[in-house]
T-cell receptor, first 113, second 114 residues
Framework: QKEVEQDPGPLSVPEGAIVSLNCTYSNSAFQYFMWYRQYSRKGPELLMYTYSSGNKEDGRFTAQVDKSSKYISLFIRDSQPSDSATYLCAMIPIYNQGGKLIFGQGTELSVKP | DSGVTQTPKHLITATGQRVTLRCSPRSGDLSVYWYQQSLDQGLQFLIQYYNGEERAKGNILERFSAQQFPDLHSELNLSSLELGDSALYFC?????????????FGPGTRLTVT
């Protein structure tokens, strides 16, 4: 079983829809949670970064962490065709001595005009 | 553009060969990370260097090695290549040795082993 599970999709939504992307994890030591966006043939870019439980909002993006359920979410409001990409969750355990990111498989999102 | 550069963009080689992938971090970043992305395994951490020294190691094969030079650029060496080594190889950099600072990813090197 992978440490981080993420539904690979693909997920297809109409423009303007609210998108919900999710990851579950098994390691209770994960303390830092990130969402990366990866366009086709490009490197991942950091969208959101949260520490421990709670919500964080940045424009149309909201990240939620529920450590009791070992579940994190990324919500995209008013989705746009330019949001079409693969979204990867990533985590770092609190005991990490370096910067090793543990990634989910990624969810492929397509926003149709 | 993240500021991280990787060369070459594409590499096609035969089984049994050896290749070197190169990464230049963003100006001011001291840490370099290498990741492998394949369809079946996803994005996997290989190794991290901080200011010239190895800081963390993932499930990197013994056939693979890396180093970070005094000018902070890094090279990932892959030897005795197998078909299963075909993947995208990403380099990332961050200012510190702990990943709680943002890791900036390069555009990747696509390796095809035939």
């Amino acid at each position: 079983q992978k440490e981080v599970e993420q539904d690979p999709g693909p997920l297809s939504v109409p423009e303007g829809a609210i998108v919900s992307l999710n990851c579950t994890y098994s390691n209770s030591a994960f303390q830092y949670f990130m969402w990366y966006r990866q366009y086709s043939r490009k490197g991942p870019e950091l969208l959101m970064y949260t520490y421990s439980s709670g919500n964080k909002e940045d424009g149309r993006f909201t990240a939620q962490v529920d450590k009791s359920s070992k579940y994190i979410s990324l919500f995209i409001r008013d989705s746009q065709p330019s949001d079409s990409a693969t979204y990867l969750c990533a985590m770092i355990p609190i005991y990490n001595q370096g910067g090793k990111l543990i990634f989910g498989q990624g969810t492929e999102l397509s926003v149709k005009p | 553009d993240s500021g991280v550069t990787q060369t070459p963009k594409h590499l096609i080689t035969a089984t049994g060969q050896r290749v070197t992938l190169r990464c230049s971090p963003r100006s001011g970043d001291l840490s370099v990370y290498w990741y492998q992305q394949s369809l079946d395994q996803g994005l996997q951490f290989l190794i991290q260097y901080y200011n010239g020294e190895e800081r963390a190691k993932g499930n990197i094969l013994e056939r693979f090695s890396a180093q970070q030079f005094p000018d902070l650029h890094s090279e990932l060496n892959l030897s005795s290549l197998e078909l299963g080594d075909s993947a995208l190889y990403f380099c990332a950099s961050s200012v510190s040795g702990t990943g709680v600072h943002e890791q900036y990813f390069g555009p990747g090197t696509r390796l095809t082993v035939t």
